[in-house]
Structures are given as structure tokens and as C-alpha cells.
């Protein structure tokens, strides 16, 4: 899509903003992250790739600042990707990676970027008074943790 000013008409170019996160399947849950800028609301742990990183090395290191557990990049599965419109003259791309949680090491903790952080079952989640962020069910287009749980686990199966 070409975006023009609404006052000149000449192009508005948006350079992406890498981005990705890590679905970390213990059987039938996932990890999720209690966003520390929205109480109850909660995402997969989730960040920007910083300059030097790759995709993989970048969710690796979000994981770890997050929730306290490390994984070795290359142990990560792709299983979806996404973008959405501009929002505050930012274009993120997303990238996202799933991992068993027998392939990760350390223990559960939220970190600096994150108030909890912890693993849910879908109806677990579903029956509690949280919610998805809102950046979390942009970026995968739906709110329903179940879809996410079986689109990962579908990847790590392949």
C-alpha cells in the first residue's frame, strides 16, 4: 500500500520496525507475560530486534529479559509472521517462534519488561478476568489462545 501526506500529497515512506516473540509450549500451555505498561493484560513475551541481531537472536533475548528463561536461537521454530498498519509513524513486522519448554533453561520469572509472567492453559486463561493485549491479538488476528497454542504446536510437530 502507498501511504500519501493528506496535505501535499507526496509519498509518506515507513521503514519496518523488526519485531517477533517466542510461543514457549509446555504441552498444553503457553508462556505469557503480564504486560508491565497495562495490568491484566498479557501477551507472549515479546520485543523489537535490536541492530545486529537476528530475528531469532533478538526474540532469544526478549525471552530471557521477560521471563528469566534462556534459549539457544537456533532451538527456535518459526510459525507466523505478521504486519499492521502504521501506527505512531511506526511499521512493525513481526516474527514470531515457538520452542518447547524442555528445550529452554532457567527458571519463570518476570523480568524488567513484564509485572508476571507464567504459563496458561487456554481455558484457563479464557475463564480468568485477563485479557490479550491488543497488540498481541493485532498481531496474530485473533484473541483466541488456543489458536496461537495450536499453530505453534503445529510447527514444532513439522
Known sequence: ???????????????PTPGGSTAVVDGERLLLVE?????????LPAGRIELGESPREGVARELEEETGLSVDPDELTYFYDSSGEPVAEQYMVNVDYAVPRS?????VDAGSDATDARFFAPAEFAASAYSLRDSHVDRFGTDSLEWVLEKARRALEE
Open 1 to 15: 500500500m502507498v501511504y500519501r501526506c493528506d496535505s501535499c500529497d507526496d509519498y509518506v515512506f515507513y521503514n
Open 35 to 43: 504486560d508491565f505498561r497495562a495490568a491484566g493484560e498479557w501477551k
Open 103 to 107: 528445550k529452554t533453561t532457567g527458571t
